[in-house]
């Protein structure tokens, strides 16, 4: 029996699956603050919801998978930077407050790259066990994703490219 047969959490790691573990906490752990501050942000109160739910049952979950797994295997884990406090969003001057609109695009253009990267995680690994956790990693940035489109297009946020109706 070789080193790769068996149990994938017996398995040992390849050094593109650590660096991309690694990073990928490293990311998830700053995007938790940059989501703590969009949701201070927020002020219409479905976005808001979204975005918490989104914190919560997404990425804080893909924090404590990977973090497991690099902990597991001996790997340091990286910093996290300190939490933000909750702030009333009117507290914030108008000037310097992001609107609902643009923190929905971003959250969108972060899931989108989320899913890149879950996926060339999911290519590169050769651990079952990596590549499962990822592709439930991407199922679960797909719902948030159409979600968070569904939600765009009913409160007319949505900017859609040029339109080709004939």
């Given at each position: ?56 049952n997404?990425i ?43 923190i ?63």
């Amino acid at each position: 029996m070789g080193i790769l047969n068996g149990n994938p959490q017996d398995e040992p790691l390849h050094s593109g699956e650590i660096y991309h573990l690694w990073s990928h906490l490293f990311a998830t752990k700053s995007y938790l603050v940059t989501l703590q501050v969009l949701i201070n942000h927020t002020g219409d109160k479905d976005l808001k919801a979204l975005l918490e739910d989104f914190m919560e049952n997404c990425i804080k979950q893909e924090e404590q998978q990977s973090e497991a797994i690099l902990s597991t295997n001996g790997i340091r884990l990286p910093p996290a930077p300190p939490a933000r406090p909750s702030v009333d969003v009117n507290d914030i001057p108008a000037g310097a407050r992001f609107n609902d609109p643009e923190i929905a695009f971003l959250v969108q253009k972060e899931i989108v790259a989320g899913k890149l990267l879950c996926t060339f995680i999911m290519g590169i690994a050769i651990r079952e066990d990596i590549a499962q956790m990822y592709g439930e990693f991407l199922d679960q940035k797909t719902e948030y994703e159409e979600k968070l489109l569904k939600m765009t297009k009913e409160k007319g946020w949505l900017v859609p490219p040029p339109l080709n109706i004939k």
